[in-house]
């Protein structure tokens, strides 16, 4: 039986670690196509990962430095996943499971380095947060639960 709870609990986190990840890169892809014709622009990775960074600066207690490290690794992370994103999308098929993996594996690394940054007290924070507060998993088309699994 614990075996299966571990399972259960890897794949809460799992969808945890998506659905932020989610609404981390939500902006770039809302905002695509807002309206503006073929080729609308892309919101600034810059402004979003200040954002972030100076929201987690306040509520984790990060100092400037720690803040600094944060906000070039919200950068990297962006435009990898946009990388990431573009390089599926191009293969010709929109599977959304290699997505999901994908992105969930971008997370996990971001994580990785995150950690690295922030201090055990901080890192403590930074889950307890990401625990209460989940972020939206995106527009989901009608039907389908979670993963087409019952």
């Known amino acids: 039986m614990s075996n299966a709870q ?12 998506v659905a932020i ?26 402004v979003q990962a200040k954002t972030t960074a100076d929201t987690w600066q306040e509520k984790f207690g990060l100092s400037d430095e720690q803040r600094t490290k944060v906000y070039d690794l919200l950068i990297a992370s962006s435009e990898k996943q946009t990388a990431k994103m573009t390089e599926l999308r191009s293969s010709g098929t929109m599977d959304r499971e290699a ?15 995150l950690k690295k940054i922030f ?9 307890t947060w990401k625990k209460e507060n ?15 699994q019952e």
Not at 21 to 44: K, S
Not at 99 to 113: F, G, P, S, Y
Not at 134 to 148: A, C, H, I, L, V
């Open 6 to 17: 571990n399972k259960i609990k890897m794949r809460k986190r799992t969808l945890l670690i």
């Open 99 to 113: 997505m999901t993996a994908a992105m969930t594996k971008m997370q996990e690394e971001q994580d990785i380095e």
């Open 134 to 148: 989940p972020q939206p998993q995106g527009r989901r088309g009608g039907g389908g639960g979670r993963g087409g």
């Open 21 to 46: 990840f989610f609404a981390v890169a939500a902006t770039a892809f809302a905002q695509r196509g807002g309206g503006q014709g073929q080729g609308g622009q892309r919101p600034d990775p810059k």
């Open 119 to 127: 201090s055990a007290t901080q890192w403590t924070a930074y889950e």
